[in-house]
């Protein structure tokens, strides 16, 4: 049957491709359309040929490269465009690579450009650039997680992805062998009050650090894995909302002069008069959690009055999330579901950046995804999928391993004290080096000596052991 244009001005009308008497038009969206039009699903369920659950950066990157592959996908997401999520809004050049391999305008109103980091340490504040590199951008973005998951969530539609809104995913579907054969998923619409079977050959599981659909195939978190949490507040601040450095504090203590916060302070321009300000931290190996909103209060009683970022001057409360760090669950493929973003643990262990991570692991999920689909059903199909684990290994593997040993034995004990010491901040040489660590920015084949040391020092680590297929790791 005829696919239905997308309707801008609503948010998704899709017709389903179905035979016979199951072909129906699913209206998808809170719009005008998605508000007046009835739910006619049939009860044999929506066939696809992936489907991704989850419409954040890792679950959008993924349905937009899908269908631009040509590759039939659902993409369900439990919420509707726009909404909150906690977040730093803070873009690395990484990032940014992704933005533009997806086709999305950064040109465009809301889009505030950062030229690089500012970072704050006791007396010490330097500046560092983002480097000039073949493979990235030089330059970092920032844009609220309100509208910035619906944009790439309206681009995977534009390229040709079904956008569910509303439709949380219950649980795997399995075959009588145990494979992922689709999800049932339930509506926040009246008039869908059942669950609807949603069938495919592959899922991609983007359905943040809670990865219900991981949990439900047995696979587990690796507890030996830090969990970092993060909290954000925003607050109107004229003066610093156009900033062009991504500002980072690395001095903040526990409260009541406490040790060191096993993490950092940010404060991020939105170039809309309003700024995000947040922190993230491990659990301190001696003292545990910290309390995240006194340790904010006590950090943003230091800063200058006139940047107003005082209880008067904020927006919304301060909110909260986990961070799952470091490949903390595996296998990232088992049984059909590939796992992509927090539900895979991907948020980098040197820094909690997790955007750029969960778009890049999107793209080659699709690509992985959209090659198996090339083969018929069987070993060789198979054998593909089975290749997306090893080509995320390869590409983070040793960076995550060094990271997550830095986590423990460093960031979980001092924070970035030790590491941004006044030798290390009196040096641009030293300072350029870290920055790029923090944020994995560098060029290969290397382009200079930092490159090269850092390309050098990745390929020194050893490599991860694999995870056999049951999903615990061996042992040594």
């Avoid at 933005?99 to 465009?108: C, E, F, K, N, P």
Wanted: aromatic share 8%; hydrophobic share 40%.
């Amino acid at each position: 049957m005829r696919e239905l244009p997308p309707d801008p001005a609503t948010t998704d009308v899709r017709e389903v491709s179905r035979t016979g008497e199951d072909a129906q038009v699913i209206v998808v969206g809170a719009g005008p359309a998605g508000s007046s039009a009835a739910y006619h699903l049939a009860r044999a369920g929506v066939d696809a040929q992936v489907i991704v659950v989850g419409a954040g950066p890792a679950g959008s990157s993924a349905a937009y490269h899908l269908a631009r592959a040509g590759v039939d996908v659902i993409l369900l997401e439990k919420a509707r465009f726009p909404r909150e999520k906690v977040c730093g809004d803070g873009l690395t050049p990484r990032a940014v690579h992704q933005l533009i391999r997806m086709g999305v305008d950064i040109t465009a109103p809301g889009w505030t450009r950062s030229r690089g980091m500012r970072w704050v340490a006791g007396k010490h504040r330097v500046h560092i650039e983002w480097p000039s590199l073949g493979r990235y951008p030089d330059f970092g973005l920032s844009r609220s997680r309100h509208d910035f998951d619906d944009i790439l969530a309206r681009h995977a539609v534009a390229a040709g992805a079904r956008l569910y809104s509303g439709w949380k995913a219950e649980r795997p579907l399995t075959d009588r062998a145990g494979r992922v054969t689709g999800v049932a998923a339930s509506s926040d619409s009246p008039d869908v009050p059942e669950p609807v079977d949603f069938r495919a050959p592959v899922v991609i599981a983007a359905d943040g650090a809670s990865a219900r659909l991981a949990l439900a195939l047995g696979l587990e978190r690796d507890p030996r894995r830090q969990i970092a949490t993060a909290a954000r507040r925003y607050y109107r601040s004229p003066e610093r909302s156009q900033e062009e450095y991504l500002e980072l504090w690395a001095d903040l203590r526990f409260p009541d002069g406490g040790p060191y916060l096993p993490g950092y302070g940010w404060i991020f321009p939105m170039g809309d008069g309003r700024v995000n300000v947040g922190l993230g931290a491990l659990p301190h190996r001696r003292h545990g959690k910290a309390d995240l909103r006194a340790t904010l209060d006590q950090w943003l009683a230091r800063t200058p009055e006139e940047w107003g970022l005082r209880e008067e001057n904020a927006e919304g409360p301060v909110r909260s999330a986990a961070l799952p760090l470091g490949f903390n669950r595996h296998p990232l493929y088992a049984r059909g579901l590939l796992l992509v973003g927090d539900s895979g643990g991907m948020v980098s262990p040197w820094n909690g950046e997790g955007i750029a991570q969960a778009m890049e692991a999107g793209e080659v999920a699709a690509e992985t995804a959209a090659l198996a689909l090339a083969h018929p059903r069987g070993p060789r199909r198979e054998q593909v999928l089975r290749g997306y684990p090893v080509e995320m290994n390869r590409r983070w593997g040793r960076y995550y391993r060094l990271g997550n040993t830095a986590a423990d034995l460093i960031f979980s004990r001092s924070g970035f004290q030790p590491v941004l010491n006044r030798y290390v901040m009196g040096s641009p040489f030293l300072l350029d080096a870290l920055a790029r660590l923090l944020t994995d920015l560098t060029d290969k084949p290397s382009r200079d000596v930092i490159d090269h040391v850092l390309n050098t020092a990745f390929r020194l680590v050893p490599a991860p052991r694999p995870v056999p297929r049951g999903g615990r790791p061996r042992k040594r």
